[in-house]
């Protein structure tokens, strides 16, 4: 999916996108946005003046190099805005490589909810790998469907803590999916051989009954 695609799919009620990306980073052509809608870019420490709600999202470029990256920690400005409020996260992390526990403990602190992950086709934006779009909440909320079965927290529950869990969940399936895909490619291509090698046991059978031939079939003595 491209970045564009992601967006488009979250800019409901958007009246106002904030880029929060390093100074150096430009990918505003990537993004594609409406004209009806007004961009700027502003730091991470702007949002406390500005408590960004549902009628603005948040795009970041997040990763591990502070020249060009949001880090992980920066993440607690998303703290700032009100619930309701969504992000998208830009990662410069290859998926299966995704520095999980930094990640879930900087949402933890934001309250803030993983609400979809999307992988990214690495050839239009190069070292940007997957996105997740994240949304600023006071309580989880049910998504997707795999919580449904989950109850709602409790007056006692931290919120927090639940928080984390409901994140885990989502990255952790996320970070895993890339090695069950290659699990699923190699089961696929052993049970090609297995078929290639059944195919060839059969033909070398028929082969040698072929040279070998029926076997002679005892007959009658001579008369003399």
């Known amino acids: 999916m491209r970045v564009s695609e992601v967006l488009s799919a979250h800019l409901d009620g958007v009246r106002d996108v904030l880029d929060i990306s390093r100074a150096s980073v430009d ?30 999202l948040l795009i970041a470029l997040v990763g591990y190099e502070p020249s060009v990256h949001v880090v992980p920690d920066e993440l607690a400005a998303l703290a700032d805005c009100r619930p309701g409020h969504r992000s998208v996260l830009l990662l410069g992390w290859p998926i299966a490589e995704l520095p999980t526990n930094l990640l879930l403990t900087a949402l933890a602190a934001a309250r803030c909810q993983i609400v979809a992950t999307v992988p990214l086709s690495t050839a239009r934006i190069r070292g940007v ?79 040698e009954q072929r040279l070998t031939g029926p076997e002679d079939e005892p007959g009658e003595p001579d008369q003399p």
């Open 27 to 56: 990918l505003l052509r990537h993004y594609q946005l409406p004209e009806e809608l007004t961009y700027a870019r502003v730091g991470a420490a702007e949002l406390r003046d500005r408590s960004p709600g549902p009628e603005q």
């Open 129 to 207: 790998h997957a996105a997740l779009v994240v949304r600023r909440v006071d309580h989880p909320v049910p998504t997707h469907g795999y919580l449904q079965d989950v109850p709602a927290a409790p007056p006692a529950e931290q919120p927090r803590a639940l928080l984390r869990m409901v994140n885990e969940y989502q990255l952790t399936d996320f970070a895993h999916r890339p090695l069950r895909q290659r699990l699923r490619e190699l089961a696929e291509q052993v049970e090609e051989q297995r078929r290639l090698l059944a195919e060839r046991d059969d033909l070398l059978r028929r082969l």
